[in-house]
């Protein structure tokens, strides 16, 4: 019990001093946490460069497990957030849901459907079901549509101007948006991003680079990201971070992620406990299920009756 106060008060005492030269904090003296570890303070910037030799190992494993404590923290909900209009979670699945280049906010496809049809029935003008302005008739505009948004500093806006750079060949295009609206903190550019960096498209190749926005795309919800990261895990021997990657995806909604651990509690030799497999299977069902509503389903009947038709 002596020993952890003892070790406590000093700890106290390297925090309320400077880490190389001993001075303690006064009015002259303002000392500064290392912004990497936070766990010691500096007076001055040659007393870090001076200290840096003997702090250099704790600093990057301190640095490292604040990094895993924000990495492996399960995400409120996805990157996508819910539908402005009927506020249920978006679904993961890009199919379900529609990007207003008027606004640039994410709609679900059943309050868009349900937009639709009460314009058809009472003879309205095609408008945005959010911000109701009158929808773009073609590519062109709704390219113009996004620059006024990417005037504004819009992450979203961004995205997709980079998305369709690439799909145009456009890659360093592509690059430059996607770039742009990971800088504001758009989770979906993040990947987007990471996917560039793997296949070097665009920019050179650096799994580094790769990994980083992954890392910040997962941190953001994707769960696209983190699956991705669990694969990355996997391929080098690190199955317990994998499975941590993999639990966070499964409730997140994504199919795959549960899939892989369902792999891994059947034939992982522990590498799952059954109280967190369980945890995940719960945790998978109850994000699905909070996608879901009537107008949702009705969207995707119409949507299947629409690809019968033309079949």
Do not use: W
């Not at 560039?196 to 498209?201: P, R, V």
């Not at 799994?207 to 910040?216: A, W």
């Amino acid at each position: 019990m002596d020993f952890v106060m003892s070790t406590n008060n000093l700890v106290v005492e390297e925090m309320m001093c400077c880490a190389a030269c001993g001075a303690a904090e006064a009015d002259h003296i303002k000392l500064k946490k290392c912004n990497a570890c936070y766990l010691v303070k500096y007076c001055s910037v040659k007393c870090q460069k001076e200290h840096r030799p003997k702090h250099k190992k704790e600093c990057k494993n301190r640095a490292a497990e604040l990094r895993d404590e924000i990495l492996f923290k399960q995400p409120e909900c996805g990157d996508l957030g819910d539908c402005p209009i009927c506020c249920i979670p978006l679904s993961i699945d890009a199919q379900k849901s529609i990007l207003m280049a008027c606004c640039c906010k994410m709609v679900c496809a059943g309050c868009n459907i349900a937009n639709q049809k009460r314009e058809v029935q009472e003879s309205m003008e095609n408008k945005c079901p959010f911000c109701r302005h009158p929808a773009p008739y073609n590519e062109k505009e709704v390219k113009i549509n996004l620059m006024r948004r990417i005037e504004v500093n819009d992450p979203a806006a961004m995205r997709q101007m980079g998305q369709f750079c690439y799909y145009e060949g456009d890659h360093r295009g592509a690059f430059e948006y996607f770039s742009k609206g990971a800088e504001l903190g758009n989770a979906g550019a993040h990947y987007l991003l990471s996917s560039l960096y793997d296949k070097g498209e665009g920019v050179k190749k650096d799994e580094k680079k790769e990994v980083f926005h992954l890392e910040q795309a997962a941190i953001g919800g994707n769960p696209f990201a983190r699956n991705n990261l669990a694969n990355f895990e996997t391929l080098n021997g690190r199955h317990d971070r994998a499975v941590k990657h993999c639990i966070i995806a499964a409730k997140l909604g994504h199919d795959d992620a549960l899939e892989s651990l369902k792999l891994s509690y059947a034939y992982g030799k522990g590498l799952i406990s059954k109280e967190d497999f369980a945890a995940a299977l719960r945790g998978h069902q109850a994000a699905v299920n909070a996608t879901k509503s009537p107008a949702r389903e009705a969207a995707e009947a119409f949507y299947q009756r629409q690809e019968k038709q033309q079949s």
